[in-house]
Nanobody, 120 residues
């Protein structure tokens, strides 16, 4: 069984930065295809960023501010978030998906989430 654990969420002022981590453990073959989602209160979850091989995708509203990366030796994927805005406030969750021809596809393997609150 694969387990995911997010960390790094915090309360931060607008314009601040955070780095989220998602550590995979258990029966992990690789972390080639990973993604970050977020869910604001009362809202549906949305894809923020994904990584499949060397191919990345970003939600347009975070393009240029967020960066997804991996450390294969640590089985960990990161989300560096800069210039945070109040609308970035949400619970952030990671998902271990599959890499199909360089495209990320989601799976049912989720972490429990880490809270990011952007407020003055």
């Amino acid at each position: 069984q694969v387990r995911l654990m997010e960390s790094g969420g915090d309360l931060v002022q607008p314009g601040g930065s955070l780095r989220l981590s998602c550590a995979a453990s258990g029966a992990v073959a690789n972390i080639n295809a990973m993604a970050w989602y977020r869910q604001a209160p009362g809202m549906a979850h949305e894809l923020v960023a994904s990584l499949a091989g060397e191919t990345t995708y970003y939600k347009p509203s975070v393009q240029g501010r967020f960066t997804i990366s991996r450390d294969d030796a640590q089985n960990t994927v990161y989300l560096q978030m800069n210039n945070l805005k109040p609308e970035d406030t949400a619970t952030y969750l990671c998902n271990k998906g599959t890499d199909y021809h360089g495209t990320y596809y989601p799976s049912a393997v989720w972490g429990q989430g880490t809270q990011v609150t952007v407020s003055s």
